[in-house]
């Protein structure tokens, strides 16, 4: 059996970052209620697809406890070298998904978007996408229901 290293891992996780990534959300199921289902590791797409963004920022981190990056499931620091650990951050603007009851995230990489639309567009209508890409992350959540008075940020870190 072999391992694979840290090292190599973060060419891993450099390839990742030096595509195109976005971050689509959807509505889900509305029987998933209060206690959405588990993700399932098999899914190639979201279940409700409402639109997408790019990322605002993916950075290298490392775990840290005293690092500057809070997530739930713990803290991070940030580094300059490609590390085995990617944050990917995404800034909804405020009109972003007004309306839609949120219940899944997917992080893409890889997709593009139709020719042709605004310069500096960053969120994008399922009929606006022309490849999707691969599903990388999905994380299923408790409903949100988006508010155009709020702007939303969602971040994750994967480990590669």
């Not at 990917?88 to 949120?102: A, P, R, Y």
């Not at 219940?103 to 020719?115: D, L």
Request: net charge negative.
């Amino acid at each position: 059996m072999s391992v694979m290293t840290d090292v190599g891992r973060a060419v891993l996780a450099r390839g990742i970052k030096e595509q195109s990534i976005y971050l689509a959300w959807g509505t889900g199921e509305e029987s998933w209620g209060d206690a959405p289902p588990p993700e399932d590791i098999g899914a190639t797409a979201l279940v409700n697809e409402i639109g997408r963004k790019v990322f605002w920022r993916c950075l290298y981190v490392l775990p840290d406890e005293n690092g500057d990056l809070i997530l739930p499931e713990g803290r991070y620091r940030v580094c300059e070298n490609p590390t085995r650990h990617l944050y990917f951050e995404f800034l909804f603007d405020f009109s972003d998904g007004v309306g839609f009851t949120i219940r899944e995230y997917g992080v893409f990489v890889g997709g593009t978007v139709q020719e042709g639309l605004s310069p500096g567009q960053t969120y994008f209508l399922p009929a606006e996408v022309q490849d999707p890409g691969i599903l990388f992350l999905l994380k299923h959540r408790a409903p949100l229901v988006r508010s155009a008075s709020e702007r939303h940020t969602a971040g994750f870190v994967c480990t590669m």
